[in-house]
């Protein structure tokens, strides 16, 4: 299907129904219906290198506009461009999109868990979840002391840490958010890190807090 997925629940978007009218009917549906579990590896860059970039940054009024009064509200930061990231429109958008009820589930750019800028994201998640589950991988190649954030998870000149986030909406829930975090360990490769994910259970691994 070509689309992009933030454009097509812009309010007042007609561009898709427009240049690709053969999906309309499949958009109009996918917007009718509830989608409860999101999964996905959303992009992490949102500025571009040049004009030719193809990471050059979209629009998005409507999504915008919900970080701005979520994340950005909440940030502490002067500087909040990082807030319209790829990745973190993606957790903006998915957060909405599932309404009361449903499960985000999503390897991200792990920069949010320690960013400056990104602190109205950290304040805001658990105000709108029951329950976060929080992977931290490390491959922080940025950090002072690089080593000790062992091997990159995406083989791909990313210099960009990574994390395994869960989501969980439960409307039954009762009391404040429970957020559940691990951090995978220092040093280890990217080897070591794809095993020890590969044999971990979500249900029975133990979680630092």
């Not at 958008?93 to 949010?112: E, F, K, L, P, Q």
């Not at 491959?139 to 002391?145: P, V, W, Y």
């Not at 009762?174 to 957020?179: D, F, L």
């Not at 280890?188 to 029975?204: G, H, M, N, P, Y």
Request: glycine share 8%.
């Amino acid at each position: 299907m070509l689309t992009d997925t933030f454009q097509i629940t812009e309010a007042g978007d007609t561009m898709d129904a427009e240049l690709f009218p053969q999906n309309n009917d499949r958009i109009i549906a996918q917007q009718a219906s509830p989608i409860r579990v999101i999964v996905g590896n959303p992009p992490y860059k949102s500025g571009q290198g040049s004009a030719n970039d193809n990471n050059a940054k979209q629009p998005y009024p409507t999504l915008d506009a919900a970080i701005s009064t979520t994340y950005a509200a909440r940030s502490t930061a002067k500087l909040k461009s990082k807030l319209y990231d790829s990745y973190v429109r993606a957790i903006r958008w998915a957060t909405d999109r599932i309404g009361d009820t449903g499960i985000v589930a999503y390897v991200t750019n792990s920069g949010w868990l320690t960013g400056n800028t990104t602190d109205g994201l950290r304040i805001a998640m658990p105000e709108e979840f029951s329950a976060l589950y929080i992977y931290d991988l490390r491959g922080n190649q940025r950090q002072t002391d690089w080593r000790t954030e062992g091997g990159k998870i995406f083989d791909d000149g990313s210099q960009t840490g990574a994390a395994i986030l869960i989501a969980v909406k439960n409307p039954a829930a009762t009391g404040p958010c429970r957020i559940h975090y691990r951090d995978i360990g220092d040093g280890l490769s990217r080897e070591d890190k794809l095993a020890i994910v590969a044999t971990s259970q979500f249900t029975t691994m133990a979680w630092s807090w």
